[in-house]
C-alpha cells in the first residue's frame, strides 16, 4: 500500500525489507478497505468493540480513521495490555474521521463514518483518539480536499459525547520515498539514525492547522512530528544499534514504530490513556 486507500493489494513490497502490516493493523477485521456491498457492522467484526465478558468493566479507548490510524494500533495494544484499559479499532482506508466528509475515491467514508459515531455513543468509551493521514486529502487524484470546518465540528460533537478525553493525532513523518530505502541509504549503527533527506514539509505544515484546531476544540493534540523529530530530523529506526525502519513505507508505521511513538507519547505525558478502576 503506497497510499492510504490505492489498494492494499496494489502495494508492491521493497525486497530489500518486507513487513507484514496486515496482520499488526488487523485488516479486514478492524482495518477495511472498502464494505463491497456489505453492511457496516459486518465489515468490522465484533472485536472491534474492544470489549468482551471478561474486559466489560474496564476503561474503553476508541480508535477511528484510515490507515495511519490503523498503523497505530500496535502500539496502543501494547499499551492496553500494559495499563489494563479496552481498546476498540475502528478504521477504514482512505477515511478520515470527519463526519460527513465525502471522498470520491472512497464512496463508503461517510456511511463509514456515521456507523463509528454510532458505536461510540452506543460504547461510551474513556477516550477517542483520531488518526489520519491528513495531508492525502488535498483536492488532487479523487481525495477530496480536507474539510478543516466538519472536522472542527466532529471535535466540537465528540465533546458533548459522554468522552473524557478527545485525542487529536497530528500527522506522522512523511518522506518522499519509502524510509526502508532512505534508512539504508543513511542510517549508521550509533551514529545516524535521524535524516531529513526527502522528508515532505507537507506533513509539518499540516501537523501545525492540526495543533491550532485542537487548542481551539479544547482538545489534547499529540504531534508525532514533535516526539519523533529535531534540528537533526526525524528517527528512521527505532533501534540505535541496527536498522529497524520506523516506518514500512513512506509513512506508515511498522510495529516498532508504532510502539515507539505511543511510549513517547505516554512518557512526554501527551497522550493520557486511562487506567482500570482500583
Known sequence: ????????????RDPSFTYDWATGNRYNRCFIEALDGRAVSAA??????????????APLVVLWGDSHAASLYPGLHRQSQLQGFGLAQFTAAGCPPVL????ENKKDCVEVN???????????????????????????????KLDYE???????????????????????PLFKSRQP???????????VD???KTFNPLAVETDKK?????????????????????????????????????????????????????ELAVQNHRLNLPHPPP
Open 210 to 262: 492540526l495543533r491550532t484546531i485542537a487548542q481551539q476544540q479544547n482538545v489534547a493534540f499529540v504531534s508525532p512530528i514533535d516526539l519523533l523529530c529535531n534540528a537533526e530530523g526525524c528517527l528512521i529506526s527505532t533501534s540505535k544499534e541496527i536498522l529497524r525502519p520506523l516506518a514500512w513505507d513512506n509513512s506508515h508505521l511498522t510495529e516498532d514504530g508504532s510502539n515507539l511513538l505511543i
Open 181 to 191: 530505502k532512505v534508512g539504508a541509504r543513511t542510517f549508521r549503527a550509533n551514529a
Open 44 to 57: 468490522f467484526l465484533p472485536e472491534c468493540n474492544g470489549r468482551d465478558g471478561t474486559a466489560s468493566a
Open 1 to 12: 500500500m503506497s497510499m492510504p486507500g490505492e489498494g492494499l493489494s496494489s502495494f508492491q
Open 114 to 144: 456515521r456507523y463509528v459515531w454510532s458505536k461510540i455513543a452506543e460504547l461510551r468509551p474513556h477516550s477517542v483518539i483520531l488518526s489520519a493521514h491528513w495531508s492525502m486529502y488535498n483536492g488532487e487524484e479523487k481525495w477530496n
Open 150 to 172: 466538519k472536522l472542527r465540528l466532529t471535535l466540537q460533537q465528540l465533546r458533548s459525547q459522554p468522552v473524557d478525553n478527545v485525542v487529536l493525532i497530528g500527522h506522522l
Open 194 to 196: 535521524r535524516t531529513y
Open 100 to 103: 460527513d466528509f465525502e471522498v
